[in-house]
């Protein structure tokens, strides 16, 4: 419709999720109306978030330096990890502030349709995580929740893991019912996802 750079930038904004062409023709023209010193500094937090973002080492989560604020604290219960599938489902649990313990972000979920398999996810990394260094001052993790959506591909994750964990000797459980079948954790309303953890059910094998 446009030519040149506007249609350039419509098309870079209409490729971000959740956003339209309209609302992407919408938030060019926004930009382009506005000073230019407003529009450096989107593109400067742009450039330095994805400079400076990167992985928490222990647990996936993201981090702006070798560990993730949550990995970092020492006043988190180490002897408890909750397993999610992305970062901000981190956020939905924290905003709970029904949980203390730590995280583990798979960074996706198990997806025969899509080919995604457990060694596309960070399994490995967490198995490793519970078998510890073995170092004296280490907490033992003793508890898993198993945090991944209330939808098939979250479900078959969770199973995965079950299977892999019970047999370790690990108490192992799963949010309650009562979320919203089909959706996603992060959209989860903090009170009903705050109940699904106080309520967490143990899975057995
Ligand atoms: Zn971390």
New binding site residues.
């Given amino acids: 419709m446009f030519a040149g750079p506007i249609q350039d930038l419509i098309d870079e904004l209409a490729r971000l999720p959740g956003i339209g062409p309209k609302s992407a023709q919408r938030v060019a023209f926004h930009l382009l109306k506005v000073p230019a010193n407003d529009v450096r500094r989107l593109a400067d937090a742009l450039v330095e978030a994805k400079e400076k973002v990167r992985l ?1 080492r ?2 996936f ?1 993201l ?1 702006d330096g070798e ?2 604020g ?2 970092a604290d020492p006043r988190r219960d180490g002897s408890m990890i909750c397993v999610v599938q992305e970062p901000p489902d981190v956020i939905a649990l924290e905003k709970t502030r029904e949980f203390r313990g730590l ?1 583990h972000v798979l960074q996706g979920s198990i997806s025969p349709i899509e080919g995604i398999g457990p060694e596309d996810l960070r399994v490995a990394e967490l198995l490793e995580r519970i078998r510890g260094t073995g170092a004296p001052d280490e907490t033992r993790v003793e508890e898993i929740i198993l945090a991944t959506n209330p939808n098939i591909e979250g479900e078959a994750t969770a199973m995965y893991l079950a299977r892999l964990l019970i047999p370790i000797g690990l108490k192992v459980t799963r949010l309650a019912s009562g979320l919203p079948v089909g959706g996603d954790l992060e959209y989860a309303d903090e009170v009903t996802l705050g109940r699904a953890i106080e309520g967490r059910r143990a899975v057995t094998g």
């Fill in positions: 928490c222990i647990c989560n981090a560990l993730c949550y990995c995280y």
